[in-house]
C-alpha cells in the first residue's frame, strides 16, 4: 500500500558498500527514492535485493502531542528515509510497531524519552496508512548516582536494580511498587503511602514530570 501511495520505495543500494550513498551525518543520501520505472523493472528482473524505505517529506514539519511534553515539532528536512523492511522481507522495529500497535487498538504509548525523536517518523506512518494515531507519553529515564557523585542511567552498578533483586534484599513487594510509583510522579497532595488501589485512583498522566528521577535508597529505605 505505502509503495502503490507513494510514501515508500524500493532501495537497491548494496549494504555492503559502506561509504557509497552516505550522507555527511551517515543518513542514505536517497539515491533510489526518484528512481524511473524503467530502472525499478531492470532491478526487478535481474533479481536484485532491496528494503523498502519509508519516503519522508523533504520539506514542512511534523507535530505530534505528547502528553508529559506538550507539542512536539520536527523539520522534516532531518528525518532519515528509514528502512521499513529489510532485504529479507522481514520488518524493522519502526514498522512492525506501528502496525503491530494499529492492530491492537493500541489507545496510549508510554516509553522512554529517547523515543522521542522516533515518534515523528511513526506519526507520519500512522498519516500515510490513514490511521488515527494513539495518544503518546515519553518518560525520562530513572537515574542512579555514581561513586563520585554523577548521576547516570540506572544500571547494575548502582546496586540491585531490578524488582526480584530488591525483594531478595528483603523489600516489601508493596514498598518497592509505592517507591517506584513516584519516580517521575507527583501525586496531589502530600500523601506518600499508597496502596495499589490508591494508585490506580490517583495516578494521572498531569503529575509526570520532564525531567529524570533518582533513585534513592534511603528513601526506598524510609
Not at 516509553?111 to 522521542?116: K, L, M, N, W
Amino acid at each position: 500500500k505505502l509503495l502503490e501511495s507513494g510514501h515508500a520505495y524500493r532501495c537497491f543500494c548494496d549494504p555492503k558498500d559502506k561509504d557509497a550513498h552516505k550522507t555527511d551525518f551517515s543518513g542514505y543520501d536517497r539515491h533510489c527514492r526518484d528512481l524511473s520505472e524503467e530502472e525499478i523493472r531492470a532491478h526487478l528482473d535481474a533479481g536484485d535485493a532491496y528494503v523498502i524505505r519509508q519516503r519522508m517529506p523533504l520539506t514542512g514539519t511534523t507535530t505530534y502531542m505528547d502528553l508529559v511534553h506538550g507539542l512536539i515539532t520536527f523539520e522534516n528536512s532531518e528525518l532519515e528515509d528509514q528502512i521499513l523492511l529489510k532485504r529479507d522481507g522481514l520488518p524493522t522495529y519502526n514498522f512492525a510497531n506501528v502496525v503491530d500497535d494499529h492492530l491492537m487498538a493500541i489507545s496510549h504509548v508510554i516509553r522512554g524519552a529517547e523515543y522521542i525523536t522516533s515518534a515523528p517518523k511513526h506519526v507520519l506512518l500512522y498519516k500515510f496508512f490513514g490511521w488515527t494515531p494513539p495518544a503518546f507519553l515519553h518518560l525520562p529515564p530513572v537515574m542512579g548516582k555514581d561513586a563520585d557523585g554523577k548521576t547516570s542511567k540506572l544500571s547494575k552498578r548502582h546496586g540491585a536494580v531490578n524488582f526480584g533483586d530488591l525483594i531478595d534484599l528483603g523489600y516489601l513487594p508493596e514498598a518497592v511498587t509505592n517507591y517506584v510509583a513516584l519516580l517521575g510522579w507527583s501525586p496531589k497532595g502530600t500523601q506518600e503511602i499508597f496502596t495499589m488501589d490508591e494508585l490506580i485512583r490517583e495516578f494521572s498522566a498531569d503529575g509526570l514530570s520532564k525531567s529524570p528521577a533518582l533513585f534513592d535508597y534511603q528513601k526506598l529505605d524510609w
